[in-house]
């Protein structure tokens, strides 16, 4: 939250994904089961998610990180993704079938 972005670690390399959601939502249910066919279509790329409603943060309230994200990114959805290349960023969308989370990363 103190960046505005997700950590350079996180998303450098060829393609990385960081999706924002809760745990209940059906969509995100239907997007973590096809992650693995993700995984094997993009070379190199690094997936990771954020359940916000059950994560364990002791320093962060989840009222807070929902508000950043839903204020920050203009995008009060879930599940939240963001995508990028090459450490940049380079798309969002909410839920989105297999096909085209790989077309995002560039897969």
Partial sequence: MEQG???????AGPAAAIILTQSW??????M????????????GVKIYYAEY???????LEREA???FKED???????PYVRYYRNGV??????YVAAEGFIARLGG
Avoid at 5 to 11: C, F, N, P
Avoid at 89 to 94: L, Q, V, Y
């Fill in 5 to 11: 972005e997700g950590d350079a670690d996180l998303t």
């Fill in 25 to 30: 939502c059906p969509q995100w249910k239907a």
């Fill in 32 to 43: 973590k089961a096809y992650l693995a066919e993700v995984e094997a279509a993009v070379s």
């Fill in 53 to 59: 409603d059950i994560e364990d943060w002791k320093d």
């Fill in 65 to 67: 990180f929902m508000t």
């Fill in 72 to 78: 920050h990114f203009n995008n009060r959805e879930i």
């Fill in 89 to 94: 960023f380079a798309a969002e969308s909410n």
